[in-house]
């Protein structure tokens, strides 16, 4: 009979959890309190708007602009002012803090002035910004220190292996836990039970340069390292927001919202990837590959039940769809031609061209005559599309004809119980059609957990709350 597993809980904070001293106060409560029941990790974001200037300073070194100095005072006033006011300054923890953000801040000048004299590239780039989880994840672990929590950090890029796409690294998964056995879990296992403090947001590629994982690569950072763990560990996530956990409809969007309090972690892709921002796709794929648990919880009220757990099990409550989602702008290009239907490989030659030119797919749907393909692309690369296939050898011959509808937007309706209910295409088409609302296309994910329209722009909220109503709300 083997031996049960110890639990760790990853905790991942956010920028907006970093502020002030009533937030880390707020962090290091939560901390203590679930450290009665399980072994903690934390992982850290930048402090909330960092990632930005560093951004803003990296470009001004680029463009060798005056005010670089401005710049680079500001990064450090931020830091500085945080570090007293949480610190004594007279402690061993205040000198030490003190003494790294110095070093950070002269290594990040010392880039400034060496950028002028190399040609800049996405790893000096991805370099720069690492900067900000690499000073708060040391504020917090040093936090943690001066009020009496055995605490160690963890630089990611000595435990997370990527490729060597920059500014959107993708995570190498087997290399990586060879890392983490060999260089995090000692320092879990110790007899000292540290907190152990990792920074998110970057790993390093084969060659030790640092990558950044893109867009809600903090959150990213905490699925790879529970994944890495999931074999020593019964690992859960906390993913600490500004919000409850997800919702069934864009709150900005929906006159009538609710918590969805268990998600599987193929719906919970499926809003994702419409619009919905809590967390990225990748880090719910990730979570699902390692069949981690997690939960998102809202930062203000850390004892509140009210928050999303996400897990593989996917559960049939009363209602059939999950949650009623939108991208508001969006463009639908549109290539038709008797022609098509003789021609082989159009198809192919299409999705290549666009995918050579890192065009974004968002939905594609066919006739079943096989004349015409449409698809829908993010609004900013209509221009850029409308350019590539018109002056396309193939696309751009007389026999295509290509129409580019700049004023459209996507609803969907996402639930597991599509694959098993009949009739709800036919619910959404009576739905739209009899509050005026003319679809134009539609289209279904292979995972079938979805069912999305395509309408006008104008009727999307309206759309959004009519199929609430429809679907969800029909008390």
Same mark, same amino acid.
């Given at each position: 009979? #083997?031996?049960?597993?110890?639990?760790?809980?990853?905790?991942?904070?956010?920028?907006?959890?970093?502020?002030?001293?009533?937030?880390?106060?707020?962090?290091?409560?939560?901390?203590?309190?679930?450290?009665?029941?399980?072994?903690?990790?934390?992982? +850290?974001?930048? =402090?909330?708007?960092?990632?930005?200037?560093?951004?803003?300073?990296?470009?001004?070194?680029?463009?060798?602009?005056?005010?670089?100095?401005?710049?680079?005072?500001?990064?450090?006033?931020?830091?500085?002012? @945080?570090?007293?006011?949480?610190?004594?300054?007279?402690?061993?923890?205040?000198?030490?803090?003190?003494?790294?953000?110095?070093?950070?801040?002269?290594? !990040?000048?010392?880039?400034?002035?060496?950028?002028?004299?190399?040609?800049?590239?996405?790893?000096?780039?991805?370099?720069?910004?690492?900067?900000?989880? $690499?000073?708060?994840?040391?504020?917090? #672990?040093?936090?943690?220190?001066?009020?009496?929590?055995?605490?160690?950090?963890?630089?990611?890029?000595?435990?997370?292996?990527?490729?060597?796409?920059?500014? $959107?690294?993708?995570?190498?998964?087997?290399?990586?836990?060879?890392?983490?056995?060999?260089?995090? !879990?000692?320092?879990?296992?110790?007899?000292?039970?540290?907190?152990?403090?990792?920074?998110?947001?970057?790993?390093?590629?084969?060659?030790?340069?640092?990558?950044?994982?893109?867009?809600?690569?903090?959150?990213?950072?905490?699925?790879?390292?529970?994944?890495?763990?999931?074999?020593?560990? @019964?690992?859960?996530?906390?993913?600490?927001?500004?919000?409850?956990?997800?919702?069934?409809?864009?709150?900005?969007?929906?006159?009538?919202?609710?918590?969805?309090?268990?998600?599987?972690?193929?719906?919970?892709?499926?809003?994702?990837?419409? /619009? &919905?921002?809590?967390?990225?796709? !990748?880090?719910?794929?990730?979570?699902?590959?390692?069949?981690?648990?997690?939960?998102?919880?809202?930062?203000?009220?850390?004892? #509140?039940?009210?928050? &999303? &757990?996400?897990?593989?099990? =996917?559960?049939?409550?009363?209602?059939?769809?999950?949650? =009623?989602?939108?991208?508001?702008?969006?463009?639908? +290009?549109?290539?038709?031609?008797?022609?098509?239907?003789?021609?082989?490989?159009?198809? *192919?030659?299409?999705?290549?061209?666009?995918?050579?030119?890192?065009?974004?797919?968002?939905?594609?749907?066919?006739?079943?005559?096989?004349?015409?393909?449409?698809?829908?692309?993010?609004?900013?690369?209509?221009?850029?599309?409308?350019?590539?296939?018109?002056?396309?050898?193939?696309?751009?011959?007389?026999?295509?004809? %290509?129409?580019?509808?700049?004023?459209?937007?996507?609803? *969907? %309706?996402?639930?597991?119980?599509? !694959?098993?209910?009949?009739?709800?295409?036919?619910?959404?088409?009576?739905?739209?059609?009899?509050?005026?609302?003319?679809?134009? *296309?539609?289209?279904? /994910? #292979?995972?079938?957990?979805?069912?999305?329209?395509?309408?006008?722009?104008?009727?999307?909220?309206?759309?959004?709350? %009519?199929?609430?109503?429809?679907? =969800?709300? $029909?008390?």
């Amino acid at each position: 009979m #083997s031996e049960k597993k110890q639990s760790l809980t990853i905790m991942k904070f956010g920028g907006s959890c970093l502020q002030s001293m009533d937030s880390y106060r707020q962090i290091a409560s939560i901390v203590k309190h679930h450290m009665k029941f399980t072994k903690i990790l934390v992982v +850290v974001s930048a =402090i909330k708007g960092m990632t930005n200037k560093l951004i803003n300073f990296y470009e001004k070194s680029c463009n060798e602009e005056q005010d670089c100095a401005l710049t680079i005072e500001d990064i450090y006033n931020d830091h500085f002012q @945080l570090i007293k006011k949480l610190f004594d300054e007279d402690s061993n923890e205040y000198r030490n803090t003190l003494e790294l953000l110095q070093k950070h801040i002269e290594d !990040l000048k010392h880039l400034g002035s060496l950028i002028k004299l190399i040609r800049p590239s996405a790893d000096i780039y991805d370099l720069f910004v690492s900067y900000g989880e $690499r000073l708060s994840t040391f504020i917090l #672990s040093n936090y943690f220190s001066f009020h009496g929590s055995k605490s160690e950090v963890m630089l990611s890029d000595k435990i997370i292996r990527t490729d060597d796409n920059f500014g $959107r690294a993708l995570p190498l998964l087997e290399e990586t836990e060879v890392l983490v056995k060999e260089k995090l !879990l000692p320092i879990l296992m110790s007899d000292n039970n540290p907190i152990v403090c990792v920074s998110g947001y970057f790993g390093s590629t084969k060659d030790n340069k640092i990558s950044t994982l893109g867009r809600g690569g903090s959150d990213l950072s905490a699925a790879i390292i529970a994944y890495a763990l999931r074999n020593a560990y @019964l690992c859960k996530i906390i993913y600490w927001k500004d919000v409850k956990g997800f919702l069934d409809a864009d709150p900005r969007v929906a006159e009538k919202t609710s918590l969805i309090k268990q998600i599987s972690y193929k719906e919970a892709k499926e809003l994702a990837f419409f /619009g &919905t921002k809590v967390l990225h796709p !990748l880090c719910l794929d990730i979570n699902e590959k390692g069949n981690i648990s997690s939960e998102v919880r809202f930062f203000n009220e850390p004892e #509140s039940e009210e928050f &999303t &757990t996400i897990s593989k099990e =996917i559960i049939q409550g009363d209602s059939v769809i999950k949650a =009623i989602t939108s991208i508001e702008k969006l463009s639908m +290009v549109t290539i038709e031609g008797d022609t098509m239907i003789p021609l082989s490989g159009t198809a *192919a030659k299409l999705f290549s061209l666009l995918g050579e030119n890192n065009i974004n797919v968002v939905f594609i749907s066919q006739s079943s005559s096989e004349n015409n393909i449409t698809f829908g692309i993010e609004y900013e690369d209509s221009m850029k599309v409308s350019f590539l296939l018109r002056n396309s050898d193939y696309f751009g011959e007389e026999w295509f004809k %290509v129409k580019i509808d700049h004023e459209i937007s996507l609803v *969907a %309706v996402i639930g597991a119980g599509i !694959l098993h209910t009949p009739g709800i295409a036919g619910k959404v088409f009576t739905s739209l059609g009899n509050n005026h609302i003319n679809i134009k *296309a539609i289209a279904q /994910g #292979s995972s079938e957990l979805n069912f999305t329209a395509i309408i006008d722009r104008e009727n999307c909220k309206k759309a959004v709350n %009519v199929l609430y109503d429809a679907f =969800i709300n $029909r008390k």
